[in-house]
């Protein structure tokens, strides 16, 4: 599972906490793709991690996860995609067929009938694929009749995408694959070991409609959230006369009386003082917004980050990132 990326654009969250340890539903982002893994059989996961390694160390202390085995690969210097994977896969000593996934995508996709096509088709490589709107954003996959990929496009400019499937950022890969990551350096699956598979004829992609959500900007991060926002209950430092709707409160977190939260995320010890108003925002660790100020559209607020009394801040990161 690749979980080394620097969570660029999840800044200034990601400067103290890694993104795929940052809580999607009050528990880290992380479970809920090692968990969906369990449930397909998965009993070992190797963590291809870089940056801030030792967030996941502290928090899996007996190196186990759902009922999964952990281990974990940390690189010295980034690898990217690619290069992560070689890395771990040799670290440990992978050498039958093996899944890789992004640690930022939280899906219900069947990864036994993934691998199964994987199978039919006696791939060296399948991508899971996925629909979406924008795909500028993604490695856009086209692919013949039978699945087979014809092209990796990795994140083409707006308007320029031959198909709405996309990378789900799951693949299937034989062990044979490795042998073609060049050691040492940087290497991109995306954007170097794919489009060079091509070729082969044997780099395959199958399509899926489960749900599917790269949690990994401040909307999607939010959005994945709120989907787990009706299982969370209030903790108890909700004040009666707060209206709290919609969203993922962390038990030790505190909400003023007659303050306002709406479609929002709350992280541990966050507090929103008396008549406060925060809507579609993203509160981290300890932040504080005083009493009356307003944050809306997308404010992300770093750990201990402040709001001042009265302030009104829109689609604000603090600290800027
Ligand atoms: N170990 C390690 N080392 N992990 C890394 C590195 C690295 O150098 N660089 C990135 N990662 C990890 C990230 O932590 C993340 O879990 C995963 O690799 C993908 O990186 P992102 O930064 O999240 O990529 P993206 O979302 O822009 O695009 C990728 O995912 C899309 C699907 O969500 C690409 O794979 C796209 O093609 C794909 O469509
Ligand atoms: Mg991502």
Redesign the pocket.
Known sequence: ?????????LRPLTLTV???MLPVGGRPMIEHVVEHLAAHGVDEVVL????QPDAFVAAFPDARCCGVRLSY?V?AE????A??VA??ASRAGVDETFLVC????LTDVDLSALVAFHRRRRALATIQLTPVEDPS????VPTDGSGRVLAFL??PPPGEAPTNL????IYVLEPEVLATIPAGR?VS??RETFPGLCGSGRLYALGSQAAWL?A?TPRSYLEANLLHAEGVPLPAGVAPSAVVERSVVAPDAWVGERARVERSVLMAGARVEPAAVVVESILGPGAVVGEGASLAELCVLGAGASVGAGEELVGVRLPEP
Do not use: S, Y
């Open positions: 599972m690749l979980v080394g990326g620097m969570g660029t654009r890694p993104k795929q291809a991690l870089g940056f690969a690189e980034p690898l990217d995609t290069g992560a890395f771990a992004n640690g930022d995508v954003a993604f490695g856009v990795e994140k996309v990378n789900g950022g940087r699956i995306e790269d990994g």
